[in-house]
């Protein structure tokens, strides 16, 4: 057994799961601030993102998806329709609810944040030697196992 290994295998599990959520918020954050300079906050950069994601909500699933009330996702709503990047169709069911989509605009923004964040990203990455951006490669795959592993 290597140093290194047995320094791995004395890390408990929890402290492992502290360091990397640890690092994995700090890196999500940082990643949020590399997007492009606009006038959508990113609480409206979220909501468009979720109705990307979906396809289709209602106000009150987006409301519900973000983690918001009502009232405050109806305020994003308004906001993001102001812009053209957000359109309402009639409910096919329930003629008291409208479903949100997210308009071919909102397509256009969202790629340009996520080429913004890519590009901060990938230049970070290139700093790195090969062996680090290998073990990122692979930390990358275990780290969709773990997600993935909830989809079961």
Do not use: C, Y
């Not at 305020?75 to 329930?94: C, F, M, Q, Y």
């Not at 692979?138 to 969709?144: G, R």
């Amino acid at each position: 057994m290597t140093e290194r290994t047995a320094a791995v295998e004395q890390v408990t599990s929890a402290q492992l799961a502290s360091r990397v959520r640890s690092a994995l918020t700090r890196l999500s954050r940082r990643i949020r601030q590399a997007r492009p300079v606009g006038d959508l906050t990113m609480t409206q950069l979220s909501a468009l993102t979720s109705l990307q994601l979906a396809g289709a909500l209602t106000p009150r699933e987006l409301a519900d998806t973000e983690r918001v009330r009502p009232p405050t996702m109806t305020r994003i709503i308004a906001k993001l329709e102001e812009r053209g990047l957000v359109g309402r169709s009639p409910h096919p069911t329930d003629g008291r609810q409208v479903i949100l989509a997210p308009t071919p605009g909102a397509e256009e923004v969202l790629d340009r944040f996520q080429r913004a964040r890519d590009n901060w990203l990938a230049e970070r990455l290139a700093e790195l030697t090969a062996a680090e951006r290998e073990t990122l490669r692979d930390a990358a795959e275990i780290l969709h196992r773990v997600v993935d592993a909830d989809r079961r």
